[in-house]
């Protein structure tokens, strides 16, 4: 917020908190929020004792005080001195411009991110119940009002979604977390900081993941609206941890987090004798800075004296162990963890990580369609391993074909791709000097990209057994190196055989698919709203891409789009004549929601395609 950036950072602020500082707004006021959160975007923080406090004007101090867990959660945390307050245009705003809190932060000071990671539970919580099949009348009626807030947002656009659109979609997430509609409510919170990212031009900023947020929310919250209480569709609170009894377990690699809510950490991947995988998380409120400082911090289960680092080539024989569903080790008092040494990838259930052949691997991993939960971390999540052969870069990714045992090439062109992209991660740079070694073999571990063809984001490699042509790293790696962490030099890799590698791009079935014009449209909806499509049915656009569609057989995609084109183009009239405004909301809702789940399908299905295609390229 500061453009002093020494100066403190604003806290986080509970959803339902800065949803009540909207509502107490005259019509007035509201009509204001908008340019006064551009406005106090730009004032100075300073730190006043255990708090901080922005000075909104001559004769007006905000003041935030954060709880022990650091965030804004109750009505007196954020005080401003104005005659108006606590209903003032001040405090709200300045409300609006704080980084919007986890739930389960607010609930539980251990739990960090939903998705990328969480700190480890100080004792085991009880095992949460399986939910009914049903869903009871308090989550259909939350359910209900999360749909209509959505949808609303949706036919407005990002121009019209300022901050009293977002505070009501905030309010009906809060209720959706009282009816514990957890996954809806995590997809609320992500549209609603999407539409802040968007809405501020921020660097991070994709319009797919905002519109990926919509769908989920919409999806979630319709089939809810319909009865339906399956666990799966209704999420969980906070992850659960059962005891585990004694583990010995291995470590794989480690990786740096950088989440887009102000968190950075390192999370270790390790797996047992069995070949299941665990983790151990270090992930706290920071950035950049903290998590590449995160790669050599203690790690905290039971009293182990080593760090990420080893344990990353090591392994740990715990006792008293705590176990998240996803494999999330505990930390509590009565765990015990001794360090042990680690095994090699070519050796017992490291081995077996790079056993399978890829293109069944990935197949597994894509196998959940629109209606798995983002927020769980499922197969999806799991990393891969395979052995394969560079051929050379292609714009941002590396091309190279998976070996066999006898090292000769095959199945389809692969795209290697850095897991993450902030400059100040190592990954970039690695993947750079991997593009420039054709020929080298490389051992690697990875995570499917759904979104890509045939794409794998890197996280560790290494040299494959018996060959001479590749990585040579330091006897302290142990032969392994993570990418978001170690740096890779020319000493590491084999000297050039000045032998040519055939590196010609493969073709890309996302990418030849004509179905980038139903993306081009469903996108449409969501940054310009419902008006900007209707436009395209006018202008004759959307006609235009439904024929295409036709013609290359998308016949499903065709009429999706054309039914999203007429509803959105849908305008009655009055008992005069007159016509309308934009008609329902809830059918042109409906419509997008249709056309972006079948588009998701049918983009799915073409990556898995691109996995099972031997003769690509």
């Known amino acids: 917020m500061s453009p002093d950036p020494g100066a403190p950072a604003l806290p986080p602020v509970a ?53 022990p867990d650091g965030v804004l959660a109750e009505e007196g945390h954020a005080q401003c001195s104005c005659l108006l307050a606590p209903r003032c245009l001040h405090r709200a705003a300045l409300l609006h411009c704080c980084p919007l809190a986890d739930p389960s932060t607010v609930a539980a000071a251990d739990a960090v991110d939903a998705v990328d990671a969480v700190a480890p539970e100080p004792e085991p ?65 992500r549209v609603v900081r999407g539409l802040r990212s968007a809405r501020a031009r921020r660097d991070g900023h994709r319009l797919a993941d905002l519109t990926a947020a919509l769908r989920e929310l919409l999806l979630t919250t319709a089939l809810v609206r319909t009865g ?97 569903a996803d494999g999330r080790l505990g930390s509590g008092r009565g765990v ?52 394969l052969v560079v051929l050379g870069a292609d714009g941002d990714t590396v091309l190279a074909r998976e070996i066999d045992a ?63 042509t590749t990585l040579r790293l330091p006897a302290a790696w142990q032969g392994r190196a993570d990418l978001g962490y170690d740096l890779l030099l020319g000493a590491h890799f084999p000297p050039a055989t000045g032998e040519s590698v055939r590196s010609v791009p493969g073709t890309d079935p996302l990418v030849d698919s004509p179905l980038w014009r139903v993306r081009r449209l469903v996108e449409l909806g969501v940054a310009g709203g419902r008006r900007a499509v209707a436009e395209s049915a006018r202008t004759g656009g959307a006609r235009t891409d439904a024929a295409t569609l036709v013609r290359t057989g998308f016949h499903t995609a065709a009429r999706l789009l054309t039914a999203l084109a007429a509803e959105a183009d849908r305008r009655g009239r009055d008992v005069f004549g007159r016509l309308e405004g934009d008609g329902r909301a809830d059918d042109y809702a409906a419509a997008w929601l249709a056309a972006a789940v079948q588009l998701t399908a049918a983009e799915r299905e073409l990556v898995r395609s691109s996995w099972r295609d031997r003769d690509a390229g």
């Not at 300073?46 to 005080?65: K, N, Q, W």
């Not at 389809?412 to 420039?436: C, D, K, M, Q, S």
């Open 15 to 67: 959803p339902e908190l800065l949803a009540t500082a909207v509502e107490g707004l005259t019509s007035r006021l509201r009509k204001k929020l908008d340019a006064a959160v551009e406005q106090y975007a730009a004032l100075p923080v300073e730190a006043a004792g255990a708090g901080l406090t922005v000075r909104c004007g001559e004769d007006t101090v905000v003041t935030l005080a954060p709880g």
């Open 125 to 189: 919580v009880p095992v949460e119940p399986e939910l009914p099949a049903a869903a009871t009348a308090a989550q259909v009626a939350a359910a209900e009002a999360l749909w209509t807030a959505a949808a609303a947002v949706l036919a407005a656009g990002l121009p019209a979604a300022g901050a009293v659109p977002q505070a009501e979609l905030l309010r009906a997430a809060h209720t959706a977390r009282l009816a514990d509609l957890h996954r809806a409510e995590a997809a609320a919170l």
């Open 228 to 324: 339906r209480g399956d666990a799966a569709l209704l999420g969980t609170a906070r992850r659960a941890y059962r005891p585990g009894g004694a583990l010995r377990v291995h470590g794989v690699f480690r990786e740096p987090v950088l989440t887009s809510t102000g968190y950075g950490g390192v999370v270790t991947h390790l797996v047992d004798q069995d070949g299941g995988w665990f983790s151990v998380a270090d992930v706290r409120p920071g950035g950049p800075a903290r998590a590449r400082g995160a790669g050599t911090a203690p790690v905290a289960v039971g009293a182990a004296a080593l760090d990420h680092e080893r344990l990353s080539r090591g392994g740990l024989l715990v006792s008293g162990a705590t176990v998240s």
């Open 336 to 387: 015990r963890a001794n360090p042990v040494p680690g095994l090699p990838w070519t050796e017992g259930p490291l081995a077996a990580l790079f056993a399978r052949p890829l293109a069944r691997a990935a197949a597994e991993r894509l196998g959940e369609g629109p209606l798995a939960d983002p927020g769980d971390e499922g197969a999806l999540q799991q990393p891969v391993g395979c052995d």
């Open 406 to 468: 006898e090292q000769s090439a095959r199945g389809p062109l692969i795209r290697l791709a850095a897991a993450h992209g902030h400059p100040e991660l190592a990954h970039t740079a690695n993947l750079g000097r991997l593009a420039g070694q054709p020929g080298t073999l490389l051992r690697v571990l990875g995570r499917i990209d759904p979104d890509r063809a045939a794409t794998l984001r890197v996280l560790a490699v290494g040299p494959v057994p018996g060959s001479d």
